[in-house]
Structures are given as C-alpha cells and as structure tokens.
C-alpha cells in the first residue's frame, strides 16, 4: 500500500536564515512560526490545522524532521503576542523585536521577488498565520544511520557468538520464535536492503519511516505469521554458528553498499511501498534494536544496546522528547524503548504520560 507523501516545511529561503531556523528547531528552541496569509493564497496553499504532519526541508533540500502542528491562529500582525514571540527561537526579547526582523524578511527582495510584488508591504492589519507545532520524529542523515546499523550489528553478533550454542534455542518473549529464530527475523530483515538496491528504482512519493509501521495487511496475523515461521525455518536449517557468520556477512555488504550509495536513493519495501535508503534503514535499526532487547532477556543478559541506535529509534518514536521521557518514567534508553514498543506493559499513567509527550506509536509485529 502506497502512501501519499507529506508535505515540505520550508522556513525562509535556503540559504544561513533557514540554517539558523532549522537549527532552532532541531534544539528545541524554537516551537512556533509566522507566515503570511497572503503567502499561502499566493501559493494556492491550504491552511495548516492542528494534527497535520510535514518534512522539515533544510538548506540543501534534505529532510531532517517530522513537525506536527499543535495550534494555528490567523491574527493581524498588531496582535502577535510575547510568548508567540519568543517561541521563534531567534532570541527575540519584545514583540516590536520580533516585528522589526520579520519586517526585513518580508520586505526584503527575494520575498518581493518571490510574490511578485516589488513594493510589497505590511502594516498592522496584516493577517498572520501564527502557528505552533512540535518535533513529532527526528529523520537522521544517512552517516547516523549507517553508523548505527554497523553499531548495532556488531554488538549482536559479539553477543551471541559469547553466548552457549544451546542458549540460542532458549524461548524469547515472541513465541513461538526461540533466540536462534528472533535473531534469524532481525538478520533476514537487514538483508533486504541488498535485494533492494539491485531492484529498480521505484515510481510514486515515497513513505517516511513511521508511515511505514502503519497499522494495515503489512502487520496483519497472516503476515505475521509468515514472519514467524520463515524465520524460525531458517534458522533450524543452520547451526547457530552458520547462522552468525551468514548475519556477519549480510551486515558487511550491508554497510558497505549504503556507505556507497545517496540517502535519498529511492528504494522498493517488500510490501510496495517507495522509501529513501536511508529512511528505510532506520526501520533496520528498529529491527536490531528492539528485536536486541527481547534477545538479551531471553539470554539473561545485560541489553547491549548501543548509544548510536539508541538515538536513531528515540528520534523516530519521540523527537526531542526522549530524555525528557526517560527521566518521568526513570527508565534507561533500554526501559524507555522496551515500554515504548511493547515490550513492557505500561500503566495508564505512562501511557498518559507518553501521549501527552507526543511518542509516535508504531505497528509491530
């Protein structure tokens, strides 16, 4: 199933104004943001409205967040409050501060050029859109990613090659795989991404990361049984030795041949749907790191969850908000994801308190 992709969120022109902003945003300090009526008719736009979700585009074009919209108000420009103000994150101390730089803005030639109006002005009764959103998922740049998926790999691999050979067929919390048929899902979910970038490129808007857990046949219990049972298949027709060199292998290719190939190479999932490369290599990091935590219980060990994709998944499922979870919940990054994903069943007060946070809640099998 095919997707429509979401819109860009452009801040300013390209350019050191749209770095500042985008790098307000990024650490949190900048929440609201101010339009122009004017500009969305021009640009034969709708109006945002609280819910709605689009890309953080920076100056190069490349996306690098999920913004939600929380609050949108139409309001002259003389009722533009302090709080408003300050919440563009531009260090703005007083309202006439903030007019006085969006003034430059709008007045500046690349505005007027760009509505086509080389005396373009606004006065008090100029109507805003004054609009508040927040950070609803981090979208990390291809680098992130790659160091993650290698990261978490190999911490796998190190694990379960210290682990008994007999300890592989111990039971996971997802019956009725067994460590060696966990492990073979995660393993088998990497090396897809090979058989990808040999396929054609794929047509059509592509899907970001948490579209792609929708809840839909993709997650449905004939899929996931398909799942379940390809899995443990493979893996019974392997020794646990086999199993772990044929992971090392397909997580060297892996690595390499997305440390060669463009972020934004549009790639086909197995169930249709177009996805950059690096998007969809955050869902493998998901796959590693969450499949990981169900792996180290069902061993008895310390969850070897790696700082790297640990930031990837927190940034998907919370934004900016993870730490901020974390603490409230006074759990580690391995509590945090384990309760976020399922893993640990949450009390209505957690879960209170994580939707009010704004997690992103995937489907998973």
Request: hydrophobic share 35%; proline share 9%.
């Given at each position: 199933?095919?997707?429509?992709?979401?819109?860009?969120?452009?801040?300013?022109?390209?350019?050191?104004?749209?770095?500042?902003?985008?790098?307000?945003?990024l650490d949190g300090s900048k929440t609201s943001s101010t339009g122009l009526l004017l500009g969305?008719?021009?640009?034969?736009?709708?109006?945002?409205?609280?819910?709605?979700?689009s890309t953080l585009i920076d100056s190069d074009g490349q996306p690098v967040a999920i913004l939600e919209v929380t609050e949108v108000r139409l309001v002259p420009l003389d009722e533009i409050d302090l709080a408003h103000a300050i919440d563009e994150g531009e260090g703005y101390a007083s309202v006439a501060d903030w007019r006085a730089g969006h003034e430059s803005f709008w007045h500046s030639d690349e505005m007027r050029g760009?509505?086509?109006?080389?005396?373009?002005?606004?006065?008090?009764?100029?109507v805003a859109v004054a609009e508040r959103f927040r950070v609803a998922s981090l979208i990390p740049d291809a680098t992130t990613v790659e160091a993650a998926a290698a990261a978490e790999s190999a911490a796998l691999i190190a694990a379960l090659r210290a682990a008994p050979p007999a300890d592989l067929d111990r039971?996971?919390?997802?019956p009725p795989w067994t460590v060696r048929g966990e492990f073979a899902h995660a393993a088998i979910a990497l090396?897809?991404?090979?058989?990808?970038?040999?396929a054609p490129r794929p047509p059509g808007p592509p899907v970001d990361t948490a579209r792609y857990y929708s809840p839909d046949e993709r997650f449905s219990p004939p899929a996931d049984r398909e799942r379940?049972?390809?899995?443990?298949?493979?893996?019974?027709?392997?020794?646990?030795?086999?199993?772990?060199?044929?992971?090392?292998?397909?997580?060297a290719q892996v690595v390499a041949r997305t440390a060669g190939t463009p972020g934004s190479r549009l790639v086909t999932t197995r169930h249709g749907d177009p996805m950059r490369l690096t998007d969809f290599q955050v869902t493998r990091v998901v796959e590693l790191a969450v499949h990981g935590l169900d792996l180290a219980d069902a061993l008895g060990v310390a969850p070897w969850l790696t700082p790297q994709a640990a930031g990837v998944v927190e940034g998907l499922l919370f934004g900016l908000s993870a730490p901020r979870a974390a603490r409230e919940l006074d759990v580690d990054r391995a509590g945090l994801l384990r309760r976020a994903t399922g893993r640990v069943v949450l009390s209505d007060a957690e879960h209170a308190r994580l939707r009010e946070l704004g997690i992103t809640w995937l489907t998973l099998g």
């Open positions: 199933m095919v997707y429509d992709s979401l819109s860009d969120y452009e801040l300013g022109f390209p350019g050191p104004l749209r770095d500042k902003l985008v790098a307000a945003v969305y008719e021009h640009d034969s736009e709708p109006l945002p409205s609280p819910g709605q979700r760009y509505l086509g109006r080389p005396d373009f002005t606004v006065d008090d009764d100029t039971p996971t919390c997802c090396s897809r991404t090979l058989a990808m970038l040999d379940v049972d390809s899995a443990q298949d493979f893996a019974e027709r392997r020794t646990p030795a086999e199993l772990i060199d044929w992971f090392e292998e397909q997580a």
